[in-house]
């Protein structure tokens, strides 16, 4: 999984947001626009770039997608940010016994 991509997509705050709006409810480009003060072309370029760094998945409904958080992609990303967090906290305990 490319971790750099997730990080870059995450880095805007306008993604952060459309995040926050997909984990309460899937939505349409129109429905997330109506929650946030975008034009329908700039959100669906930050929903490409969320799905080209594979945080979201749509699913064709009619005439309009319907976006919703990759679940999966994000419990893959959690579990690398967890072994990341759980060698830090060895490390820390590793140097503070070190020092007595």
């Known amino acids: 999984m490319p971790y750099e991509n997730i990080f870059t997509a995450l880095g805007h705050p306008l993604r952060q947001d459309i995040l926050k709006a997909l984990g309460v409810a899937p939505a349409s480009v129109r429905e997330?626009?109506?929650?946030?003060?975008?034009?329908?072309p700039v959100m669906s370029q930050h929903l490409k770039v969320l799905r080209e760094a594979g945080l979201v998945s749509?699913?064709?409904?009619?005439k309009k997608n319907i976006y919703q958080i990759d679940t999966?992609?994000?419990?893959?990303?959690?579990?690398?940010?967890?072994q990341h967090w759980l060698?830090?906290?060895?490390?820390?305990?590793?140097?503070?016994?070190?020092?007595?």
């Open 72 to 82: 999966e992609a994000l419990a893959k990303l959690r579990a690398y940010l967890d």
């Open 32 to 40: 997330l626009t109506d929650q946030m003060p975008v034009s329908q």
């Open 87 to 100: 060698n830090a906290l060895k490390n820390l305990d590793t140097s503070e016994t070190s020092h007595d």
């Open 58 to 62: 749509l699913t064709p409904q009619g």
